[in-house]
C-alpha cells in the first residue's frame, strides 16, 4: 500500500502506482502475510513486504537488517517511478522495460544491489540484456538512451552504458556514409543555406539532410565530444567529421539563433570545439570559420592556450583567407581614447602572420635543403638570414592582404609612427612582390597623421620602393604632396624609366618590321656571308652568333638604349644620395633654428622677468 502527502497528476506514475498496489494485494491475499516493512522516498511512502525485497535486493537486504523502515537517499536513481518499477520486479512481476526507462533501471538495479547474487535473471542482468540486444540495435533508441543517461550521471558512465551508446552510434554513423542505402530512411530537413554558402561547397558533400548529422547536433557537448572521437577511431574520413563539428559550432556558438546560456558555459563550449578541431593545415575546415572562432575566444575571453591554438591553425593555411576574414576591432562610444593598435584583435593578426610567415620560411629551407642535399644544420648555416625560400605566390598573397589591413587600422589617431613600422616589418621587405598595398597603408597614415614631422615621414616610408610599384600608383606618388620629397624624386625617376622602356621597346618593334621588309635576294647574300664567318669562327657561343646574325642598326640602337639606361640610372643613385644627405642637413637646420629659437624665447622671458624685478625695486624706493 502507498501513501503520499501530494498526488502526481502524471498518468504514467498513477498506472505504476496502481499496478504495483495490484501486486501487493495479490501478494497478501496469496500468502496471508501483511506488510512489514515501510519505505519512504521523496513525499511517497511504501508498505511492503519484506521477503521479496530480501531475495532480489542486497541494499535492501543490508538496510532492513538495520530497521524496519528505510528512507531512501535523493541520489537514487530515476526517482518514485523507477523505484516501483523495482519493487513490482522484486514482487516477481513483469516490467515494461522500453528505451526511456532502461538506462535508469540499469542504474537502479546497479544500487541496490540487484546482482546474479541475489536470484538468476535479476535486474542487472536483464537490463543488460535489454540494452545489448534492443536498444543498441537502433540508431533512434541508442540517442534516447543516450539522452536520457544526461541525468544520471556519473552513475551511467560507470556502468559503461554512455560509453556503449557512443561506440555504437559511431559505428552506425560510420555504417551510415559508407552504406547509407542500407540504414534507416532519412528525414528531410532543409539545410541552413546562409550557413552552407559561407563555408563552401566543400561542405555539400555532407548534406544536413542526413539524419544521423541533425541528431548529433542535438546532444549536449560532453556526448558529441565523446563521439566525434570514437567516430575518428572508427576510421571515418575528416571531409565527413569536419563538417560536423563545423556545424555544432554554428548552431550552439556562431549562429543568431544560438540558445542563450552564460559566458562561462560557452567559452568552455568553444574552448572543447577548439580541441575537436584536425590539427595541422586543413582545406576541410574553412579559415573563415576559424576566424569566427577567434573572434569568439577574443569576445569570451577564452584561455591562452584555446588562442594560440586557433592561431597556429589559421597561420597553417592563412593564404587561403580573404581581407573580409581578418579581424578588425570593434569601435568603441569613446572613440577619442580608443587605441586600435592595442586591441586583442590586432595582437592576434600580428600574430597568425608572423607565424605564417615564419612556417613558410621554414619550410622553403627544408624543400632548398632537400634538393641540394644539405642536412639540418649545413642548411641553417647556409642562409640563416635569407628570405630567398619563400614560396613567393602565397607570401605574396597574404603581404597585399597585410598590407591592406595596415590601410584599415592605419586611421587610428593614435598610432604612433614607431608603432606603424612595426606592423609594416611584421612582413619581410623581399616577400613583398609589389608595394602597391604598402603605398596605400603608409598614405592612408599620412592623411590621418598631418601632424607628424619630416624626419617620421622619411621613417614610414623607408620600405617603399618605387621600383615596385604599378605605374598608375607611381603616377599617384609623383603628385602626392604628403610623401618625402626623396620618394617623390624616386617615383620621378621610376616613371622616367618606365616611359624610356615603352619608348624602347616601340622602337624595338619598328626596327624587327624594317628589317623583316628586305628583299628576298639581300637576306639570302646576307646569311651566306655570315654563314662564311661563322665558319671560321668555331670558338663563338650560341648568343654571339644571334647577336653577328642582327642589323647594324639595331646592335647600335640597342647598345645606345644600354647606355642612356645605365647613365639614368647612376643619375638616379646619385640624385637619391644628393637627397638624402640635402633632407638629413635640412633636418639639422631645423633642429638648430629651433634651438636658436627656444633659446632667444628663453633669453627675453629672462630678460622680462629681471626688468619687472627691476621696476619693482625701483617703485619700492621710490
Not at 57 to 76: A, H, N
Not at 458 to 479: F, P, R
Not at 605 to 610: I, K, L
Amino acid at each position: 500500500m502507498i501513501h503520499r502527502s501530494e498526488r502526481s497528476s502524471g498518468s504514467a506514475d498513477s498506472t505504476v502506482e496502481s499496478e504495483l498496489q495490484k501486486t501487493i494485494w495479490k501478494w497478501c491475499e496469496g500468502t496471508g502475510l501483511p506488510t512489514t516493512v515501510t519505505v519512504c522516498m521523496q513525499n511517497r511512502c511504501y508498505k511492503l513486504h519484506k521477503y521479496p525485497l530480501l531475495s532480489r535486493s542486497g541494499y535492501l537486504k543490508r538496510k532492513l537488517s538495520e530497521s524496519l523502515e528505510i528512507r531512501l537517499p535523493k541520489s537514487c536513481p530515476g526517482g518514485v517511478e523507477i523505484f516501483e518499477l523495482v519493487a513490482k520486479f522484486c514482487y516477481g512481476c513483469a516490467i515494461l522495460m522500453n528505451p526511456l526507462n532502461v538506462a535508469a533501471l540499469r542504474c537502479a538495479a546497479e544500487f541496490f544491489e540487484m546482482t546474479e547474487d541475489f536470484g538468476r535473471g535479476n535486474l542487472c542482468e536483464r537490463s543488460d540484456l535489454y540494452l545489448t540486444q534492443v536498444v543498441l540495435q537502433s540508431w533512434e533508441d541508442t540517442l534516447i538512451v543516450l539522452q536520457k543517461c544526461q541525468c544520471l550521471l556519473p552513475l551511467a558512465d560507470k556502468l559503461l552504458i554512455v560509453s556503449r551508446c557512443i561506440e555504437s552510434l559511431a559505428f552506425m554513423a560510420c555504417m551510415e556514409v559508407l552504406d547509407p542505402e542500407h540504414t534507416r530512411t532519412k528525414s528531410g530537413i532543409a539545410p541552413e543555406c546562409q550557413f552552407w554558402s559561407e563555408i563552401g561547397a566543400s561542405f555539400r558533400e555532407t548534406t544536413a539532410e542526413d539524419r544521423w548529422i541533425t541528431d548529433l547536433l542535438a546532444l549536449p557537448f560532453l556526448f558529441f565530444e565523446r563521439i566525434i572521437a570514437s567516430i575518428r577511431r572508427q576510421g571515418m574520413k575528416e571531409k565527413f567529421v569536419s563538417p560536423v563539428i563545423v556545424m555544432y559550432a554554428n548552431k550552439w556558438i556562431l549562429s543568431n539563433r544560438s540558445h542563450t546560456g552564460s559566458d562561462t558555459l560557452k567559452g568552455r563550449l568553444l574552448e572543447g570545439i577548439i580541441r575537436l578541431l584536425p590539427r595541422g593545415r586543413s582545406t576541410v575546415i574553412p579559415v573563415h570559420f576559424l576566424f569566427s572562432l577567434l573572434s569568439e575566444t577574443l569576445s569570451y575571453g577564452s584561455s591562452n592556450e584555446s588562442k594560440a591554438q586557433l592561431h597556429t591553425r589559421i597561420a597553417s593555411q592563412l593564404d587561403l583567407a580573404t581581407i573580409e576574414d581578418f579581424l578588425l576591432p570593434v569601435l568603441t562610444e569613446n572613440k577619442n581614447n580608443f587605441r586600435i593598435t592595442c586591441t586583442p584583435e590586432v595582437e592576434s593578426m600580428r600574430t597568425i602572420v608572423s607565424m605564417f610567415i615564419s612556417q613558410e620560411y621554414m619550410n622553403g629551407r627544408t624543400d632548398e635543403s632537400a634538393e641540394l642535399g644539405l642536412g639540418c644544420e649545413e642548411a641553417l648555416n647556409r642562409s640563416s638570414t635569407s628570405w630567398c625560400s619563400f614560396n613567393k605566390s602565397t607570401v605574396s598573397t597574404v603581404a597585399n592582404m597585410w598590407d591592406e589591413y595596415l590601410a584599415h587600422i592605419a586611421l587610428d589617431a593614435v598610432l604612433s609612427p614607431s608603432k606603424f613600422l612595426e606592423l609594416v616589418e611584421v612582413i619581410p621587405t623581399s616577400a613583398r612582390s609589389a608595394h602597391d598595398m604598402l603605398y596605400k597603408a603608409v598614405h592612408t597614415y599620412l592623411m590621418a597623421h598631418p601632424q607628424v614631422s619630416q624626419q617620421e615621414r622619411q621613417s614610414v616610408c623607408k620600405y617603399l620602393s618605387c621600383q615596385k610599384l604599378s605605374q598608375e600608383t607611381c603616377i599617384h606618388a609623383v603628385q602626392n604632396g604628403l610623401m618625402p620629397l626623396r620618394l617623390i624624386v624616386q617615383a620621378m625617376f621610376i616613371q622616367q624609366l618606365h616611359t624610356r622602356q615603352a619608348l624602347r621597346s616601340h622602337n624595338n618593334i619598328c626596327g624587327s618590321s624594317t628589317s623583316m621588309r628586305l628583299d628576298s635576294s639581300s637576306t639570302r647574300a646576307w646569311d651566306y656571308s655570315h654563314h662564311e664567318l661563322n665558319s671560321t669562327t668555331n670558338s663563338a657561343d650560341n648568343n654571339n652568333n644571334y647577336e653577328q646574325g642582327l642589323p647594324l642598326g639595331i646592335l647600335l640602337e640597342r647598345d645606345a638604349a644600354f647606355r642612356q639606361e645605365e647613365a639614368t640610372r647612376a643619375d638616379f643613385e646619385a640624385t637619391s644620395f644628393r637627397l638624402k644627405n640635402l633632407e638629413q642637413e635640412l633636418v639639422c637646420m631645423r633642429k638648430n633654428l629651433q634651438e636658436n629659437k627656444d633659446k632667444n624665447h628663453a633669453d627675453n622671458r629672462q630678460q622680462r622677468h629681471n626688468n619687472n624685478i627691476n621696476v619693482n625695486s625701483s617703485s619700492a624706493k621710490s
